[in-house]
T-cell receptor
Framework: KQEVTQIPAALSVPEGENLVLNCSFT??????LQWFRQDPGKGLTSLLL???SQREQTSGRLNASLDKSSGRSTLYIAASQPGDSATYLC???????????WGAGTKLIIKP | DGGITQSPKYLFRKEGQNVTLSCEQN?????MYWYRQDPGQGLRLIYY???????QKGDIAEGYSVSREKKESFPLTVTSAQKNPTAFYLC???????????FGQGTRLTVV
């Protein structure tokens, strides 16, 4: 059974730093992996989607990588800002029935 | 504007009462999902539907029911059989397995 793990559960860094969030999964037979952002009490916003055939995706200051063979994905945030403070979740889609398997998230705090 | 609308934002349920959470999308997406989110845990799938008039149980379907009579709508009923319904409920949709999922803003259900 696929399991998705995100470590650390929480992270606090000063503004301006570059940082990396980690996501690992146990079964490499995935269709794609998606990173989301969630603000307190809100729904989820999709940040980046990486197909299984891709190695990375970029959007602005965000870069997500995927290494299927090792079961890992990273979300790189450059030049962090206080507005980046949120919980970041990763999810894998492992089969054609559209289901997503979720990590528990990393709560990120960017200190001004 | 295209998107997913969940209502209400906050909902209070008395013991033994059934309540229905609304989810409507105007994105013309085939697949729709209901997730439950508890503090410190990943999202858990309650039910999902890939086409109209068809839906499947997720990992925690007991005590919940759904219908999919229209493509745009996927309401979730929390029945009295659900013994611990206090949680944040999220609805999502996506047009296919290779495309990002879109989320509503969530409904927070509290038992009083």
């Amino acid at each position: 059974k696929q399991e998705v793990t995100q470590i650390p559960a929480a992270l606090s860094v000063p503004e301006g730093e570059n940082l990396v969030l980690n996501c690992s999964f146990t079964d490499s037979a995935i269709y794609n992996l998606q990173w989301f952002r969630q603000d307190p009490g809100k729904g989820l916003t999709s940040l980046l989607l990486i197909q299984s055939s891709q190695r990375e995706q970029t959007s602005g200051r965000l870069n997500a990588s995927l290494d299927k063979s090792s079961g890992r994905s990273t979300l790189y945030i450059a030049a962090s800002q206080p507005g980046d403070s949120a919980t970041y979740l990763c999810a894998v889609c492992e089969n054609s029935n559209y289901q997503l398997i979720w990590g528990a998230g990393t709560k990120l705090i960017i200190k001004p | 504007d295209g998107g997913i609308t969940q209502s209400p934002k906050y909902l209070f349920r008395k013991e033994g009462q059934n309540v229905t959470l609304s989810c409507e999308q105007n994105l013309n997406h085939d697949a729709m999902y209901w997730y439950r989110q508890d503090p410190g845990q990943g999202l858990r799938l309650i039910y999902y539907s890939q086409i109209v008039n068809d839906f499947q149980k997720g990992d925690i379907a007991e005590g919940y029911s759904v219908s999919r009579e229209k493509k745009e709508s996927f309401p979730l009923t929390v029945t009295s059989a659900q013994k611990n319904p206090t949680a944040f409920y999220l609805c999502a949709s996506r047009p296919g397995s290779l495309v990002a999922a879109f989320f509503g803003q969530g409904t927070r259900l509290t038992v009083v």
